[in-house]
């Protein structure tokens, strides 16, 4: 029976995209919210304020997300034609290049040639992408899925603090949505921290302390605003 370990790297680009989307939605809904609300503003207006809040955001997030990713498959599509072009006019040269890089790694010189060989006859430049450029299947660019995964984790993370705003008794709003919304950023970052194998509870600790410090700022600026006007 063949000995295999279960890593989680794979799961990176996805992960990270939609762990940012849920926690931008929590953290910036519930921001607006208890800022809008510290200004002495109807439960409506308050609302309105965080539907608006969710729909920029999201389409915020999926446009960012596909710009940025977009220009690392970019970068990534001309340094791989690049190197298509080196295999087309120096071949030997590149199988020498790939065999150094294997040598730098710890292989004997004949063996690392011959390694070099046999990846080549196979896949060129898929050797080289992995090897020298470091360009592989699992870190690979891919825009579309970045921007749909953080679009819908957005949406997803904002919607729990409106649900909470527009379940709560007015009376009770302010501290019922900071409540929430900072059990929800634990559970995610626990979520986050166990799809990924890092420790829970630092994880859960960060980004409730990131979400606090901003929504404790939203609502002083609130506050301020409110008591000016």
């Known amino acids: ?119 080549m006859t196979n896949d060129a430049l898929g050797a080289h992408a992995r090897d020298e450029i470091g360009i592989t299947d699992t870190s690979q660019a891919r825009p579309l899925q970045a921007a749909l995964s953080s679009a819908t984790t957005f949406t997803i993370g904002a919607l729990l603090p409106l649900l909470v705003a527009w379940w709560a008794p007015p009376a009770l709003l302010i501290p019922l949505v900071a409540l929430f919304s900072l059990l929800f950023l634990a559970f995610l970052g626990a979520i986050a921290a166990r799809v990924g194998g890092a420790p829970i509870l630092k994880a859960a600790s960060r980004v409730m302390f990131w979400g606090a410090l901003a929504m404790a700022l939203t609502f002083a600026i609130g506050h301020l605003f409110g008591v000016m006007a």
Do not use: C, F
């Open 1 to 119: 029976m063949i000995h295999t370990e279960h890593h989680r790297s794979h799961r990176n680009g996805w992960l990270r995209a939609a762990v940012m989307g849920a926690n931008d939605g929590i953290v910036s809904t519930s921001s607006l919210i208890l800022g809008v609300a510290a200004a002495s503003t109807t439960q409506s207006d308050i609302m309105l304020a965080g539907i608006a809040g969710l729909v920029a955001g999201a389409m915020s997030m999926a446009a960012g997300e596909y710009v940025s990713v977009s220009s690392q498959s970019d970068t990534e599509n001309a340094d791989l034609e690049i190197e298509r072009k080196a295999l087309d006019e120096h071949y030997e040269l590149e199988q020498e290049e790939l065999a150094a890089i294997y040598e730098t790694r710890g292989l004997a010189p004949e063996l690392a040639k011959q390694v070099a060989e046999q990846l």
